[in-house]
């Protein structure tokens, strides 16, 4: 042993410099020039090592997102079967409208297989990690299955393909109708780490990291999707869709969101939520 000891700052500096992208073996130059042993290096580069493996195994780093490839601002997106428009993204929250996402039969198809079992909406309960009837949300909803039937099945692909996000990350697509009156009060749709049957809920898949809200048939009146923090207000459309993320369960995220009371007309949409794992 050198009897050269592995300082809180030394420590630190090795974390730095890897995560600015040196090499180990540039950082061992860079030691051995300053007067250190290859030995006590080597001992810095260890604690290191299981300092970051301690810390994945608590809270493992987010090493991606969900959301569609901006990188040369495309007006349109080919997810392989369909060419979806970009009509408008913003950045702080990722809020990102989609046009032509789904087409008026797709739509059409969607609204008649979830019809016949529609019922008041439940929401996941983190109180208890079940199921409850909500206030806040005064549609009626189903879910599907994934894959469920070729519409649905279709419909997740492309959207896997668009986000660039395995299919299997995916819930099961809920369709709400809301009658005039309906809405769907402010809320984040990540599950509130500080109640209690948030565990219960995490152990199928992670969090929710991001969310596609795709609209089937347009009200006559109201029924925007609402961005309260950003003054954000997306109109329902149909055929469109509003996609947004959220890296943390945490309102910083500023994805706090809501429906609009629905004034004339029936509004329908269809949710994917994607997790940050396999959603089983
Ligand atoms: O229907 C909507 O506009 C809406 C608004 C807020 C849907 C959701 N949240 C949702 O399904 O989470
Ligand atoms: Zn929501």
Redesign the pocket.
Known sequence: MTGQVISPELREWVVAQLAAGHSIASLRASMRDAGWHADAADAAFAEVEAQSARLAAVAPARTSMPGPDLSDAPLYIDTGDRRVQVLQTLRHPRVVVFGDLLSDEECEALIQAARQRLARSLTVETQTGGEALNVDRT?DGMFFERGENPVVACLEQRIAALLRWPLEFGEGL?V?R?APGAQ?RP?Y?YFDPNEPGTPTILRRGGQRVA?L?MYLQEPELG???TFPDVGLEVA?KRGTGVFFSYERPDPATHTL????PVLAGE?W?A?K?LREREFR
């Not at 969101?257 to 609009?260: D, K, Q, S």
């Open positions: 549609s809920q709400l809301y769907y809320h749709d969310t809200v029924g925007a999707t329902p969101h809501g429906g609009a509004k949409v949710t939520w």
